[in-house]
């Protein structure tokens, strides 16, 4: 089961980069996501999101795939592959995994204008070693689905770093 981790950051290019940072993270096996994204408040107050995962993509292309066996089936590949591609991106484009958007965009609505958060959901984490790398950005906790007890572990454990880094503040 994964947990819902939300760190509000005072600009979208801050979010993003301790986004990035995670993924490096992830390769080097430090911590494991099922969903990653940053929701932008813009100066105006709209809300942006800023996915990584594009379903409508992954949909096209499985869509094409099976359009296209069933096609051969009919001798008429292509135009299976056309009318998959095209059912699949639409399903895809309909389908929402990982943390929910309107959630997402509820949540982003109450983050000042020109600020961000970047939306987390963590199967498993090194804490010891992935706080430290992403305190660097100086991020707030501002929600997870954690325990209230792992929630207190977590914002302890970032104020020791915090506290061991003073120059950072």
Do not use: C
């Amino acid at each position: 089961m994964s947990n819902l981790v939300v760190i509000a950051y005072p600009d979208v290019a801050t979010a993003t980069a301790a986004r990035d940072r995670l993924f490096e993270l992830q390769k080097e096996k430090l911590i494991t996501l099922e969903d990653a994204a940053v929701v932008e408040r813009e100066q105006d107050g709209k809300i942006k999101l800023h996915q990584v995962r594009s379903t409508t993509g992954v949909g096209a292309a499985g869509g094409a795939l099976w359009g296209g066996l069933i096609g051969l089936i009919f001798f008429m590949p292509l135009l299976g592959m056309a009318l998959g591609a095209a059912a699949g991106a639409a399903g895809g484009a309909l389908t929402d995994v990982g943390v929910n958007n309107d959630f997402m965009k509820d949540l982003g609505s109450k983050l000042e204008p020109g600020s961000a958060a970047l939306f987390l959901l963590v199967v498993s984490s090194t804490p010891d070693k992935v706080i430290p790398e992403i305190d660097k950005y100086r991020g707030e906790i501002i929600k997870t689905s954690l325990s209230a007890e792992d929630e207190a572990r977590l914002k302890h454990a970032v104020a020791v770093v915090r506290a061991a880094r003073p120059e950072a503040s």
